[in-house]
């Protein structure tokens, strides 16, 4: 029996008009993506793709999106370079073309007076130590002005940018577990698989949707591997507010595609859990949405999550540092 085909309750009934319903788990990846001993989503939520070939030019996203601290280092580089280059233009013009230099010193000394001078003129400081004497000289410094101030309203804008991008701060467990667990409505106990996320910051996340989908390789008749799809049922995929963690569950009964699978046999598929979240947060007033991925060789048998939060003079306590932390099952808290 193949994992394909086992049903999905999570399926659009045909009542619902959808075009190409059955590829509507696979998320744009489509089945013929093969990464055997690999994964299609990062933990970080990033894609596990490389592009090569035509590359587009775009600045401005590059730098809104790219991490803070290659920000700071693209901003303290391109000060540092273009500052250079404008002493460079300096000394080209001559000792003579800026008053207050040392006319006797060494090269190294000149391209420092000429480096700061630059600094000063890039930054409109102007100490006034030292002035351009000339038409050129002196028009290198409108000009290296004119670039600092452009430079700082752009620098200026990309913060705001990045500052003001929307973007959810959730943290998943590093782990996801198989374990047992009572169904809520037939009280029968059976395996699930469970993961958490908690909001680390103090913001309110509204009415926040989980989708689960669980992806595999399959062999075929003729040889071939295809990468297979489905939506893993909830026990509750949306939550009005995140005031506290949220464990996610997936109730492995008959019809999940987990039944009967074991550690093994995930590994021989190269099964993935991809996660997506999406939810509204009041402080940008904006929806926000984070991915991230579990790998076949994330998922961890046989134990629990820990509890994470407890009462203490009359509030409730939440223990971010304890949201990877797992107990055996017979293992009290």
């Not at 803070?68 to 280092?73: N, T």
């Not at 021989?268 to 991230?292: C, K, L, P």
Request: glycine content about 6%; hydrophobic content about 45%; proline content about 4%.
């Amino acid at each position: 029996m193949k994992l394909s085909d086992l049903p999905n309750p999570f399926r659009r009934t045909p009542s619902t008009p959808v075009e190409n319903d059955e590829n509507q788990d696979d998320l744009g990846f489509g089945e013929k993506v093969i990464t055997a001993e690999g994964r299609l989503i990062n933990q970080d939520g990033s894609f596990n793709i490389r592009r090569r070939g035509y590359q587009s030019w775009a600045p401005y996203q590059n730098l809104v999106e790219m991490p803070w601290k290659e920000f700071a280092l693209m901003v303290f580089l391109f000060y540092m370079v273009i500052n250079a280059l404008f002493a460079l233009a300096f000394m080209a013009c001559g000792r003579a073309s800026l008053s207050g230099v040392d006319l006797g010193s060494d090269l190294f000394t000149f391209f420092s007076q000429c480096f700061f001078f630059s600094i000063q003129t890039f930054t409109t400081v102007g100490y006034g130590s030292i002035s351009p004497v000339g038409f050129i000289p002196n028009f290198i410094a409108a000009i290296d002005a004119l670039v600092g101030l452009m430079s700082f309203a752009l620098a200026t804008g990309l913060v705001f940018a990045r500052f003001s991008k929307p973007k959810a701060q959730i943290l998943f467990s590093s782990h996801a577990i198989i374990t047992p667990y009572r169904h809520r409505q037939t009280e029968e106990m059976m395996n699930s698989l469970q993961f958490r996320i908690v909001n680390t910051r103090d913001n309110k996340l509204i009415n926040l949707q989980a989708t689960v989908i669980m992806t595999w390789l399959e062999v075929l008749a003729d040889g071939k591997q295809m990468r297979r799809y489905t939506t893993l049922p909830l026990e509750r995929y949306k939550v009005s507010l995140l005031p506290l963690n949220w464990t996610i569950v997936h109730p492995i009964d008959e019809n999940s595609p987990l039944y009967a699978m074991d550690a093994a046999d995930l590994i021989r598929n190269n099964t993935e859990i991809m996660i997506m979240i999406q939810g509204y947060d009041d402080t940008f007033a904006q929806n926000v949405h984070t991915n991230s991925s579990y790998s076949c060789r994330e998922i961890k048998w046989g134990v629990k999550f820990a509890g994470m939060y407890h009462a203490e003079d009359g509030e409730t306590i939440l223990e971010l540092d304890m949201l990877d932390t797992v107990l055996a099952l017979d293992e009290e808290e």
